[in-house]
């Protein structure tokens, strides 16, 4: 090879066009598929409230609960919010 990428075949992330020119490139996402979550003020308050922890030992999320549930916090719950993070 000298370094030149066959003709036909685009290099992925280049755009075509002459040296100066401007171009429109494809945009990755479309905005219509983009999840947008505003907190309502109660929201806020409600998550001030709480603690993020993290489970170790590979330990589960039931198995935990019940744990805190043996050492008499009965009214304690644990919320899953994803890998090892519990709220």
Do not use: C
């Amino acid at each position: 090879g000298d370094g030149k990428a066959e003709e036909g075949k685009k290099k992925l992330g280049t755009v075509e066009g002459s040296m100066g020119e401007i171009v429109i490139a494809p945009r990755l996402l479309n905005p219509s598929l983009v999840r947008v979550y505003r907190s309502s003020e109660d929201d806020v308050m409600w998550a001030h409230k709480r603690v993020v922890a993290t489970v170790i030992n590979g330990e589960t999320v039931a198995l935990v609960q019940e744990k805190i549930e043996d050492v008499g916090f009965n009214n304690l719950k644990i919320i899953p919010l994803g890998a090892d993070k519990v709220l």
